[in-house]
């Protein structure tokens, strides 16, 4: 299968699904706006800086792929898309307003003359616009699912890391407690109450983690110098790395951690990226607050679920067993195992496409009309084709002639409906015809 990926920033949960696909012989293409880790992997990498640039990319692209795959955030990809190709898009919703933000903190905001809203409008179009989705949590797909009423194909997918990139080869014991992903300032959260990042501000643990002895290992994708002076005296701050190299770095550490010491809803309904990184990299997890991960670290025993940090500190120790049951059941976590779903989705939606096709054929083109009888011979013909690849080609080059065939009898049905009336000659289009003759 040919799959065009989409993206903005190109997070690494895209690479854990197409490293995988690639693998298993499919033929993967990327347009995003930054360079990604292995981006030397796909069939072809476009840089797209600009809006016009994604465009052109998208219907150059077009023309070599059997389907795109785009992710959010932004989500106008799939409006791009639509607007400019014909082929099949699934989204991946991995970030939404609607986790970021509960109904009642909408209206509290609101009443303070704050801009608020849960409902965002880029989302709303682009999700029910798409011919499938996926979603990185159970719980996450009910939430958004259930606010957008989406009714197409959809998978959960959580962002487990490709089995080539678990790590076995670990590096210098440092011990503590680490953490790796976006980190907000308390000031950034604070200037915007819209932001919605809440979640990924640590100030507060950090604190509390030095002041009980602890310490706390961040591994971001920031190095600025606001950052580094807000951490640098109540944790330990490393320089960002490339992705696999991280992960060789995190497994020196005793815990992993996901939640925060303040509730939110983001992180209710989240399975991040970090949760699974961590596995790959041996390291057992702890979790608090994070409703989500907890289900799954308690199901295997390959983390702890606290109250507190007091309470991780108390139950320190347990971290050995936790490994022995992260080395256990890390192959759980694989996404090589569990990529056939997303190869089963992507068929399901380019058999609805194919469905789509004949439909159309039937309901939109008159019998009398020969060039739709020549058509759907060939679409006839094209069932017999063993090559869904080639089926799915052939087809969409069907649609396409059925539209340029309907434009031409639409337009001779109105030379026809004019000259019977006698007004042919108020027509613009056919005195432009007259006059490229010559007539």
């Known amino acids: 299968m040919r799959i065009g990926m989409v993206a903005g920033h190109a997070c690494i949960r895209v690479q854990k699904m197409a490293l995988p696909l690639i693998q298993r012989g499919h033929t993967v293409h990327l347009v995003a706006k930054k360079m990604p880790s292995f981006f030397e992997e796909y069939a072809t990498f476009t840089i797209t800086p600009a809006i016009d640039n994604y465009i052109q990319a998208i219907k150059v692209l077009s023309k070599s792929v059997d389907l795109f795959h785009v992710h959010n955030e932004p989500s106008w990809f799939v409006t791009a898309i639509k607007e400019y190709t014909d082929v099949p898009v699934v989204i991946d919703v991995h970030d939404s307003d609607v986790a970021r933000m509960t109904d009642e903190r909408e209206k509290e905001l609101k009443k303070t003359g704050h801009t608020a809203y849960r409902r965002n409008v880029e989302e709303r179009n682009n999700f029910q616009l798409a011919d499938g989705l996926v979603y990185p949590s159970d719980s996450f797909a009910g939430m958004v699912q259930s606010f957008y009423r989406l009714k197409q194909p959809q998978l959960v997918l959580p962002s487990y890391v490709p089995r080539s990139l678990f790590q076995y080869n670990l590096g210098e014991y440092y011990g503590g407690l680490v953490y ?214 052939i087809q969409q080059r069907i649609m396409e002639g059925f539209k340029m065939g309907k434009k031409m009898n639409d337009r001779l049905f109105e030379y026809k409906h004019n000259w019977d009336r006698g007004e042919f000659g108020k027509n613009e289009d056919f005195e432009d015809d007259l006059n490229r003759r010559n007539v």
């Open 180 to 393: 790796e992903g976006r980190v907000d300032l308390k000031e950034e959260v604070e200037k915007d109450p819209q932001n919605g990042y809440s979640y990924c501000e640590y100030s507060e643990l950090a604190k509390k983690v030095h002041e009980l002895g602890i310490q706390f290992n961040i591994y971001a994708v920031r190095n600025d110098e606001k950052f580094i002076n807000a951490y640098k005296d109540i944790a330990l701050v490393h320089e960002p790395r490339e992705f696999s190299k991280m992960l060789k770095r995190i497994s020196r550490h005793d815990w992993g951690l996901v939640g925060n010491i303040h509730r939110t809803s983001e992180w209710d309904v989240a399975l991040p990226n970090k949760l699974f990184e961590y596995l790959a990299a041996g390291v057992p997890v702890v979790a608090i607050n994070a409703k989500a991960c907890s289900e799954i670290i308690d199901e295997y025993g390959i983390g702890i679920t606290v109250n507190s940090l007091e309470e991780l500190k108390s139950r320190w120790r347990e971290h050995e067993q936790c490994r022995k049951n992260v080395i256990k059941y890390r192959q759980e976590f694989c996404m090589d195992k569990n990529i056939e779903g997303l190869e089963l989705l992507y068929n399901e939606v380019l058999e609805k496409k194919s469905d789509e096709v004949k439909q159309y054929i039937n309901t939109h083109v008159s019998r009398k009309r020969n060039i739709c009888e020549v058509f759907r011979e060939i679409n006839d013909l094209s069932q017999s084709v063993q090559d869904e690849t080639l089926k799915n080609n």
